[in-house]
């Protein structure tokens, strides 16, 4: 059974710092990893999809990487903005569906 | 192209009673996935159709189920109630569903009283 785990779960930073969000999961069997972001009771938005065969993806000041082996996935986020305050989950794909983190929540302090 | 769109948004409904949520998924995209959200559980997967046929399934109660029209959108069913049930349903629709890249309505947010 696949177990995603997300840290830290709560982060607070000053705009304009770089950040490194953590994902684990206990299956490597996966097909993908997609990251959302979620703002509160919202749904969720798209940000990045990866393939199991890639090793990273980029968009914009977004960058996630993925080490299939390991059960690992960063999201890195560069100068931070006010604007990216919100919840990021992580979400490896089984059989036909996404298995989903806790999430981080993020504030970034204007 | 519209997104997911989900009806309605917002709903209050009784214990015991039974629910309808429907999603239309974007234009073309023939996978649809229902999610519930709640604080202490989080995200979890409900079950996925494409065309039509159920591929996968969560580890839901039979009071939960769900169908998919021969234009791809989809309802989900919830019967009697639970104070438990109540959550922000999320649908997700992808093009194949391999998975492929999915994407969110705005979610229908359940209050069971």
């Known amino acids: 059974k696949q177990e995603v785990t997300q840290i830290p779960a709560a982060l607070s930073v000053p705009e304009g710092e770089n950040l490194v969000l953590n994902c684990s999961f206990t299956d490597s069997a996966i097909y993908n990893l997609q990251w959302f972001r979620q703002d509160p009771g919202k749904g969720l938005t798209s940000l990045l999809l990866?393939?199991?065969?890639?090793r990273e993806q980029t968009s914009g000041r977004l960058n996630a990487s993925l080490d299939k082996s390991s059960g690992r996935s960063t999201l890195y986020i560069a100068a931070s903005q006010p604007g990216d305050s919100a919840t990021y989950l992580c979400?490896?794909?089984?059989?036909?569906?996404?298995?989903f983190g806790t999430g981080t929540r993020l504030k970034v302090l204007a | 192209k519209a997104g997911v769109t989900q009806t309605p948004r917002y709903l209050i409904k009784t214990r015991g009673q039974q629910v309808t949520l429907s999603c239309s998924p974007i234009?073309?995209?023939?996978?649809v996935s229902w999610y519930q959200q709640t604080p202490g559980q989080g995200l979890q997967f409900l079950f996925e159709y494409f065309s039509e046929t159920q591929r996968n399934k969560g580890n839901f109660p039979g009071r939960f189920s769900g169908r998919q029209f021969s234009n791809s959108r989809s309802e989900m069913n919830v019967s009697t109630l639970e104070l438990g049930d109540s959550a922000l349903y999320l649908c997700a629709s992808s093009y194949f569903g391999e998975p492929g890249e999915q994407y969110f309505g705005p979610g229908t947010r359940l209050t069971v009283t």
């Open positions: 979400a490896p794909s089984g059989t036909y569906k996404y298995i």
């Open positions: 234009s073309g995209h023939r996978s």
């Open positions: 990866i393939q199991s065969s890639q």
